[in-house]
């Protein structure tokens, strides 16, 4: 069991690296849910997950949104299943949206925009995922 452990820390830290690197914002407290929400302007938010298949279609998809040509005044990121309560946290923003991990939220003003729930990413390629957010901020981020 000890060696399934070491191997879930690593490809929780690889999930993680994924977003850093891609300029993502990580948000590992509720205080800091709390700061980066109250921020006006607009603010994409992956909820990021260890699940392989959505996963895997998810983070590649939100590395590519970082260079297009409209974008949000802010990129977050909080994990599900592994910073709890700052995931508790964010998902209290998305009024009319269930628990759903990896996921996007688009938010303006700290109010919900639009959604990208993981039925939409899992099973998808992710240029699909990608023309979701591409219109997404299209109307929000110009």
Request: aromatic share 10%; net charge negative.
């Amino acid at each position: 069991m000890q060696q399934f452990n070491f191997f879930m820390n690593d490809v929780v830290q690889d999930a993680r690296n994924d977003m850093i690197q891609a300029g993502y914002k990580q948000l590992q407290s509720v205080e800091e849910v709390e700061s980066a929400f109250s921020q006006k302007g607009t603010t994409l938010v992956m909820i990021n997950s260890v699940c392989g298949c959505a996963g895997g279609i998810a983070r590649p998809a939100a590395a590519y949104m970082t260079n297009y040509e409209h974008t949000p005044d802010q990129f977050v990121t909080v994990f599900a299943g592994q910073d709890k309560e700052a995931t508790a946290r964010a998902r209290e923003q998305f009024s009319g949206y269930g628990p759903s991990s990896p996921s996007f939220a688009l938010l303006k003003d700290g109010e919900i925009q639009m959604m990208v729930e993981r039925h939409e990413i899992e099973g998808h390629e992710p240029i699909q995922v990608v023309q979701k957010l591409e219109q997404a901020f299209d109307t929000y981020c110009k």
